[in-house]
């Protein structure tokens, strides 16, 4: 490869002084280059440049076209004050093959003119290495060329089809601000802590504190007192809470609300002083129940300070508390109790599980239990002097039973079973009478008739 490059170097450097040719430097007149007519069959030297780029890019850079191409004779120019008449030469070609290529490199033909210089001396000829003449014609080889492969035509690529133009997207509308609020409020939790420890001193007192919602109302209560505030603007609350009549040693349970929370506080309390004994549960019948309506009955009894004492019957419901000294009374009213009745009550406290039961007797008669009246009797004739008869039977308790007839009535009351009986005799019925006897009831309906016969004694 390098001596091809060498080579051409060579060549070029040729053409260019059968271009310009190089002066001698014994010469006595400046030479010229004769002008040569057009000839389509010849080459020059610029075709030479041609093929040989054109052979370099079609075999690639093979050696041999290169080696072929670089051997080939060269031209000469002679340089001449006066113009020689052209003549013409048979070129003598000689075409090589290469067996493992189908391209054909056209042969160079040598080619002499002759020049006469105007002087008498003869100088020695100028021979350029490069002929200014192409060759006129180039007999065709004995065999005939391959012809070299004609190159394919790049397949033109496929045409894309254009991607379907998309619509453009609708611009998103700005977001509009959205309306400036007013800031509420920090929600602050509600809470409760005791204050100052509560006091021996009568009344016995409690502080506390906390925070809650501003402006909210905040109520601490017992069941022996009561004690409001109203949160300030930062939300902090105090207050005492004054308890009344609370005794030494006792409990006190306190609820702390707000208007704004659902949440409760819960505290026990405890008075300073020696802890009240258990109270034990207890009660009794005070004044006796009364026969005017509504029956009334009065209890009374002890248990544990403020204890729930409730007092209940069939008839009525009676409530009260025990005081700071564990004792009570109550009076149950029982409205519509009849007479005689028996009614149970029971009395019970939230502080103990014992429960007092008693039974009270309304004063006065009980009402009878109603029964159905019937009537019997026992002879249908006597013989009896004076002639009698007995007769029983039942009826609602205290009722009036009539016995009449002709000759000899009475009246008898049913007891407290219902039961009746009686003995009836008749002085004046004569012999071989049959008269009726008539029964009847004041609290049953209905009435019996039994038909007796007077009999003669020994008959």
């Known amino acids: 490869m390098i001596d091809f490059e060498s080579q051409l170097s060579t060549l070029l450097d040729d053409v260019a002084d059968s271009v310009q040719p190089r002066l001698d430097a014994d010469s006595i007149f400046a030479p010229t280059v004769a002008a040569q007519r057009h000839d389509p069959q010849r080459f020059r030297p610029r075709s030479i440049v041609a093929v040989a780029a054109a052979v370099l890019m079609v075999l690639g850079g093979s050696a041999y076209a290169m080696a072929r191409l670089t051997d080939e004779p060269r031209h000469s120019v002679t340089p001449a004050a006066t113009l020689v008449p052209e003549t013409t030469v048979e070129p003598t070609t000689s075409l090589v093959v290469p067996p493992t290529t189908s391209t054909i490199v056209s042969p160079i033909v040598e080619e002499s003119v002759t020049t006469s210089a105007t002087t008498a001396v003869k100088r020695p000829q100028l021979t350029p290495a490069v002929a200014a003449d192409p060759v006129k014609a180039i007999p065709h080889p004995t065999v005939p060329p391959t012809e070299p492969p004609k190159p394919t035509e790049p397949?033109?690529?496929?045409?894309?089809?254009?991607?379907?133009?998309?619509?453009?997207?609708?611009?998103?509308?700005?977001p509009t601000e959205p309306p400036k609020t007013t800031e509420q409020p920090a929600v602050i939790e509600f809470k409760a802590k005791l204050g100052a420890a509560g006091l021996a001193s009568d009344p016995m007192q409690q502080g506390f504190?906390?925070?809650?919602?501003?402006?909210?109302?905040?109520?601490?209560?017992?069941?022996?007192?009561?004690?409001?505030t109203i949160a300030n603007g930062d939300g902090n609350w105090e207050v005492t809470l004054t308890m009344l009549d609370v005794p030494p040693g006792t409990k006190v349970?306190?609820?702390i609300t707000s208007n704004t929370s659902d949440r409760v506080y819960e505290f026990s309390l405890l008075r300073p002083g020696?802890?009240?004994?258990?109270?034990?549960?207890t009660a009794a019948l005070g004044a006796d129940g009364r026969a005017n309506t509504p029956m009334t009955q009065g209890f009374y009894g002890t248990a544990q300070p403020g204890s729930a004492i409730r007092i209940l019957s069939d008839w009525g419901v009676a409530e009260t508390t025990a005081g700071p000294d564990g004792t009570w009374e109550a009076t149950l009213v029982m409205p519509d109790v009849p007479p005689g009745k028996t009614v149970g009550v029971r009395v019970k406290s939230n502080t103990s599980d014992r429960i007092h039961e008693f039974s009270l007797q309304r004063p006065?008669?009980?009402?009878?239990?109603?029964?159905?009246?019937?009537a019997n009797a026992a002879l249908a004739a006597t013989d009896h002097t004076p002639p009698f008869n007995e007769y029983w039977g039942k009826s609602t308790a205290g009722a009036m039973i009539s016995i009449t007839s002709d000759y000899g009535s009475t009246q008898v009351v049913a007891n407290?079973?219902?039961?009746?009986?009686a003995r009836l005799e008749f002085p004046g019925a004569p012999p071989g009478v049959t008269f009726n006897v008539h029964i009847t009831s004041s609290k049953g309906e209905g009435a019996f008739d039994f038909p007796l016969t007077v009999v003669a004694p020994g008959s």
Do not use: C, D, H
């Open 155 to 174: 397949t033109e690529p496929p045409k894309t089809t254009e991607p379907p133009k998309t619509t453009e997207p609708p611009k998103p509308t700005e």
């Open 209 to 228: 504190f906390g925070i809650a919602q501003p402006g909210s109302a905040i109520r601490v209560e017992s069941q022996y007192g009561v004690a409001e």
């Open 253 to 255: 349970s306190v609820r």
């Open 274 to 281: 020696p802890t009240t004994p258990a109270i034990e549960f």
């Open 364 to 374: 006065g008669e009980a009402e009878p239990v109603a029964l159905p009246f019937t």
């Open 416 to 421: 407290g079973e219902g039961k009746w009986s």
